[in-house]
């Protein structure tokens, strides 16, 4: 009896769609430019005539980093007071992100990474020519 319960609630589950997350590991995670994905196969060098990029230099690794985007932006302090108005703790806050392109050692785009904080850019008009942007 629980075996079966077990499998129909699996069942169930993975057929409602609450699967997915686990079933595809792209499926919950969001672009803020998901049509720049599409320069994955292309030359570095088409993206680097439009933007101007920071490269990352890995000398002896078969692979390369162009950072569109690279910043930590300092949004304030955490302040923690005790009951008597006293400062107890003063801790900055950094929003720190990054967007890059990773290549393969002949320059090919293999990857399309955004990590952190991203601040709301459309970095998609700069490639318009290159992607097919979808609303």
């Known amino acids: 009896m629980y075996k079966r319960s077990l499998a129909l609630l699996t069942s169930v589950f993975i057929l409602t769609g609450c699967g997915n997350r686990l079933l595809n590991y792209q499926f919950g995670f969001e672009y803020n430019n998901p049509d720049l994905t599409q320069l994955i196969g292309k030359h570095i060098s088409l993206v680097q005539e439009r933007v101007s990029l920071q490269k990352t230099d890995t000398t002896g690794l078969l692979y390369n980093y162009y950072y569109l985007y690279k910043d930590c932006d300092y949004q304030g302090d955490k302040i923690t007071y005790n009951g008597y ?8 806050i950094y929003h720190c992100g990054e967007i890059y392109f990773s290549t393969d050692k002949d320059g090919i785009i293999t990857n399309y990474i955004e990590k952190g904080y991203i601040p709301r850019r459309d970095y998609q008009a700069y490639f318009k020519d290159l992607i097919v942007i979808e609303k």
């Open 85 to 92: 108005g006293v400062i107890l703790n003063r801790q900055p």
